[in-house]
């Protein structure tokens, strides 16, 4: 005779059912798991393909905020991109790329939550651990619409830095770029040359594509090349300046700056010299007023005509209409004292509290054991090649690591595609175990 179903009730004089004890364990299990799941620093998060799916991760920097974009690109496509940028000397290109656009965690240096973009490129390469190269990009602006990941190489191009990245990632490492603090976030603005945070920036992109799912079993975060052209160049001399004490977990092999910006004052003195960079200055000004919260005297800085409309002016600009904006006469721009304050090394008199603001976002003097390699165009208009002469003999005399110098036939804006094969032979060398050779002439590392 089958039993009938009867539901459960409770008789209190039979003391506690163990369905209900079965029951109660099975939901503190979920529970415990899904706490974990939270707190645990290797979260996977859920792939998704609809955009802007935000999913909440640990709170710590470097935690991944969410997915909004997953392009896959196969070998032919990826290598039709390495293309446009690299051009003959283009490596090939065997594998395909997945590019995932996400959000993730950084912090202020008062401890101050950011979220800022980034962009992974994983090669569809069989499983295993590949060596992590990090990018910061170069100037694209300051303001929210030009932020490099918002890029779009066939309307305007600001470096096409898709195909830099697809050239590099095909070549087995997992690739990595990212924007910088306060852009996409209109609670603030980007401070554009803070050292500090544009370290920051680079070293927790590193992290959040190692917490990655597509990247998780491949990245391998003991073994980062930190890589930046122009202001990017300055970030990641930056991100290993204070690796050691912000992000101890990742292992930096080697530090590649192409056309680098080393050092901000120089840059910026640098157009009495031809640098046609007029619109560094209110771009740093706007930034370091904003960032230091110091009234600088912009009276005796720029010619009044630009004061007024200063901050407005410089986020309405991105790179590609800078030029045009600011022009290619320095006199048009700043006052002749402060170009003679460059030229006459009295800055730090004339307007002190810029000139140690300035000071304070050197880079290039730290005492870490990464290998380093500075590659500059001798043709170079923008960062000039007396910047990286007049910083070598602090690194040379500072880095625990060998130190590299190499200078192209080349502008500002090609550097990198000139430089591509040697800075690829020289990752190599890194990853096969093989030390470079220094270039420093007191040095011998």
């Known amino acids: 005779m089958r039993r009938r179903f009867r539901p459960y009730h409770h008789d209190r004089r039979r003391g506690s059912d163990p369905r209900v004890l079965w029951f109660l364990a099975l939901l503190g299990v979920l529970i415990a798991v899904t706490l974990y799941r939270i707190d645990s620093p ?22 991944v905020l969410g997915i909004d974009s997953t392009q896959v690109f196969t070998a032919a496509q990826a290598a039709a991109v390495a293309h446009q940028n690299y051009g003959a000397v283009t490596p090939p290109v065997t594998t395909g790329i997945t590019k ?17 973009y980034g962009r992974a490129y994983i090669p569809a390469v069989p499983k295993g651990k590949l060596p992590i190269f990090a990018f910061a990009p170069g100037t694209t602006g300051i303001g929210d619409q030009c932020a490099a990941s918002l890029e779009q190489p066939q309307k305007v191009s600001w470096g096409n830095y898709d195909s830099h990245m697809i050239t590099y990632a095909s070549q087995g490492y997992v690739g990595v770029t990212t924007d ?14 803070v050292g500090e945070l544009e370290g920051r920036a680079l070293l927790d992109a590193v992290i959040a594509v190692s917490r990655l799912p597509q990247a998780h079993a491949q990245a ?8 930046g052209y122009s202001q990017g160049g300055h970030a990641a001399f930056w991100a290993d300046k204070i690796a050691a ?16 910006v ?6 910026l003195g640098d157009v009495v010299y031809g640098a046609n960079i007029n619109w560094f200055g209110p771009y740093v000004l706007t930034s370091y007023e904003d960032y230091y919260k110091h009234d600088y005297p912009l009276d005796k800085i720029l010619q009044p005509v630009w004061i007024p409309n200063l901050k407005a002016d410089v986020t309405a600009h991105c790179i590609d209409t800078d030029i045009a904006h600011w022009g290619r006469d320095p006199q048009k721009v700043y006052q002749p004292a402060f170009l003679s304050a460059f030229t006459g ?8 509290s810029f000139a140690l603001d300035l000071d304070r976002n050197l880079t290039g003097d730290q005492a ?9 165009g001798k043709l170079d208009n923008v960062v000039l090649p007396r910047q990286q002469e007049a910083i070598l003999p602090i690194m040379c005399a500072k880095s625990l690591g060998p130190v590299q110098y190499a200078l192209y036939p080349a502008t500002h804006y090609n550097t990198m595609v000139k430089s591509l094969g040697d800075t690829l032979a020289w990752m190599a060398g890194i990853r096969a175990g093989q030390k470079p050779v220094s270039t420093c002439p007191t040095v011998s590392n």
């Open 42 to 63: 290797n979260l996977r998060l859920p792939a998704s393909s609809n955009p802007s799916v935000t999913v909440t991760a640990s709170d710590d920097h470097g935690g």
């Open 100 to 116: 995932i656009t996400f959000r993730y965690r950084s912090r202020d240096a008062d401890g101050t939550p950011l979220t800022i």
């Open 180 to 193: 910088y603090e306060g852009m996409r976030d209109n609670s603030r603005i980007h401070h554009y040359m």
């Open 220 to 227: 391998d975060t003991r073994s980062v090349f930190l890589a």
């Open 245 to 260: 004490d912000y992000a101890p977990q990742l292992g930096i092999s080697g530090v590649v700056g192409f056309g680098s």
């Open 262 to 267: 080393m050092s901000v004052a120089e840059t």
């Open 345 to 352: 090394g009295t800055l730090s008199s004339y307007v002190p």
């Open 368 to 376: 870490t054991t990464s290998a380093k390699r500075i590659n500059q």
